[in-house]
């Protein structure tokens, strides 16, 4: 079904908040229609997958890039062309995660569609905090170019 790379974090505890001002690089139009395929998607995700040298490495950098990657692009919507995209983000409860998540990427990978971009969070016990996740488990963000054949029953 396919490879991926995990990226964990930690907040640091020591030294200061520091908060980057960098500018994003521009995607200054729509691309053609044509170039977000199956082909291109597979290059972009080995290219990806392949950046990284070790098969474990431990570093500190600042948030921004962890928490907001795409914020390196301004625009990046327009990778996916004037139609743009669709993001099907769904959660599974802890017990059934696994098998689950297996389930949606078995048959994502029946569908020969690629998603450009898939985050996966872990989401711990509910408690009272104001932000908490209401329920333990997974939630899966995917996106997908927007075409007919993605709105197929």
């Known amino acids: 079904m396919g490879r991926s790379l995990l990226m964990l974090g ?20 729509d691309m053609p229609a044509k170039l977000l395929n199956h082909a291109t998607v597979r290059a972009f995700n080995a290219m990806y997958y392949n950046r990284v040298q070790r098969s474990q490495s431990t ?30 983000q769904f959660g599974l409860p802890k017990a059934a995660g696994v098998t689950g998540l297996r389930e949606v990427l078995k048959h994502i990978a029946q569908s020969q569609r690629g998603s450009f971009l898939a985050v996966l969070k872990v989401f711990g016990a509910a408690n ?20 007919p054949s993605v709105f197929a029953a």
């Not at 640091?12 to 690089?25: I, M, N």
């Not at 692009?73 to 669709?86: A, D, E, H, M, P």
């Open 59 to 88: 570093r500190r950098i600042p948030f921004e890039p962890f928490f907001y990657p795409l914020d390196a692009l301004s625009n990046w919507n327009r990778i996916y062309g004037k139609s743009g995209f669709v993001q099907h």
């Open 10 to 29: 930690e907040h640091a505890t020591d030294g200061e908040l520091a908060v980057r001002t960098l500018r994003p690089k521009p995607v200054p139009f």
């Open 128 to 147: 009272h905090n104001l932000l908490s996740f209401p329920t333990e488990g997974y939630t899966l963000a995917l996106d997908f170019k927007a075409e």
